[in-house]
């Protein structure tokens, strides 16, 4: 766990000090992420990705997210509002949060599956926070984890998260409970919902379009 804890540091020490990013609609592509919008270029730990879609028009998904249908429960469809006052987002969005939050340190993409998902491919710029380690009361990390994110302790124990980064979660897909049991439980932690995001497609709607993965 000391070892996980100090990849976090610096992995958010990191995205403090900026992701810049970059777009060239002269370089557009057969397809695009948008009509105006050929890819994104990104630069985190001192390397560059580019996120893009895959260019074959061929091209059809034969991993585990071309799967239709899951047991459910426990793999059961999410309404696509995760819970009050939280911003529910799709590809377009997180690419802004990479942009408008991320760049300037003010935000965190947080992969919150646990680290076997992750390590099989993930979102550029994203973190792993697997969803396990916000449940409030269920492990002695959180409140090192909420102390990373930039929250601090006021007199008598309680939160004070005014400066705060903004979180992004995501995980599998619509049918995957990772995210929304994190979310649930920075909430219960008492994470102001205001800066707070939802990517609800997850991995499988990001792998649908085609859009790059990189394998942390």
């Not at 730990?45 to 071309?66: A, C, P, V």
Request: aromatic share 10%.
């Amino acid at each position: 766990m000391k070892k996980w804890s100090k990849t976090i540091w610096q992995i958010l020490g990191i995205a403090a000090i900026g992701i810049g990013i970059s777009t060239s609609a002269s370089l557009a592509g057969k397809v695009n992420i948008t009509k105006e919008l050929p890819f994104v270029d990104i630069r985190v730990k001192g390397k560059d990705y580019r996120i893009e879609r895959i260019q074959n028009t061929s091209h059809k998904l034969t991993n585990s997210f071309s799967k239709t249908s899951r047991p459910c429960p426990p793999f059961c469809i999410h309404p696509m509002s995760v819970a009050a006052g939280v911003q529910t987002v799709g590809e377009i969005e997180l690419l802004n949060f990479l942009k408008d939050k991320v760049e300037n340190g003010k935000g965190v993409l947080v992969d919150a599956r646990i680290p076997a998902f992750y390590k099989k491919g993930t979102i550029p710029g994203s973190v792993n926070i697997p969803f396990t380690l916000l449940s409030k009361g269920q492990n002695a990390y959180l409140d090192r984890i909420l102390t990373i994110l930039g929250a601090t302790k006021n007199n008598g124990n309680s939160w004070n998260f005014s400066r705060a980064r903004h979180l992004l979660l995501y995980c599998n897909g619509p049918w995957c409970d990772q995210s929304p049991r994190a979310i649930r439980g920075l909430l219960a932690a008492g994470f102001p919902a205001t800066k707070l995001y939802y990517y609800r497609g997850g991995m499988q709607n990001w792998q649908a379009f085609g859009l790059t993965t990189i394998k942390p």
